[in-house]
């Protein structure tokens, strides 16, 4: 069965800052992986996808993640914050067309 | 272009009242699956459908609870004799079913059982 963990429940970091939100999972198949944002209030909009390829996948607002398939992971970084990056981050995992397993979420604070 | 639409954003229901969800996915989706998150936590996939047909609803409960998704129509999620542990955000999402399986997200309807 898949899993998903999400290191951090809560990440506090400073306006311009670098951070990093670490996710690993298990399965015992090729998988893809996401990472979802949420904002207060708000359904989940995709931030980015590896589905296959170029290990390194970027997003639109600066976010990259990293799929390393022999620790399992992928860990989403962002070199400088802002304060609108104040959400909620899902990692999750899925074997293709079915359902999508999540993690337990990371709150991502960003301070002045 | 539409993404997907999740109605009634907000819903209050007593207990022992039936909640009905409804989701429209996006234009061309014929992939719909329903996820709850309860308050502090992640979400949890519930039920997956094609048009017509359930294909995995493994995190459903297995009293009270239904999903449909018909040929013409939302999809509907389906919550008999509500009790308070019910109350949660439940969003919906949709995809074409090829390639990654890519999952659009609804805004969600959040259930408040009294």
């Known amino acids: 069965a898949q899993s998903v963990t999400q290191l951090d429940s809560q990440v506090p970091v400073f306006e311009e800052a670098p951070v990093e939100l670490r996710c690993n999972y298990s399965s015992s198949v090729s998988v893809y992986l996401f990472w979802y944002v949420q904002y207060p209030n708000q359904g989940l909009q995709l931030l980015l996808k590896?589905?296959?390829?170029?290990?390194l996948v970027e997003s639109i607002n600066g976010f990259e993640a990293e799929f390393n398939k022999s620790q399992t992971s992928f860990h989403l970084r962002k070199p400088s914050v802002h304060i609108s990056d104040t959400a909620e981050y899902f990692c999750?995992?899925?074997?293709?067309?079915?359902?999508?397993?999540f993690g337990q979420g990371t709150r991502l604070t960003i301070n002045p | 272009n539409a993404g997907v639409m999740q109605n009634p954003r907000h819903l209050v229901r007593r207990r022992g009242q039936e909640a009905r969800l409804r989701c429209s996915p996006v234009k061309g989706h014929s992939h719909v699956y329903w996820y709850r998150q309860l308050p502090e936590e992640g979400l949890k996939f519930m039920v997956y459908l094609q048009k017509e047909n359930i294909i995995d609803e493994s995190g459903m409960p297995k009293e009270r609870f239904s999903a449909e998704f018909p040929k013409e129509g939302p999809s509907i999620l389906r919550i008999q004799q509500v009790v308070r542990g019910d109350s949660a955000a439940y969003f919906c999402a949709s995809s074409t079913g090829t390639g990654g399986g890519e999952q659009y997200f609804g805004p969600g309807t959040r259930l408040t059982v009294t």
């Open positions: 999750a995992v899925s074997e293709g067309a079915q359902k999508l397993v």
């Open positions: 590896y589905l296959s390829g170029s290990t």
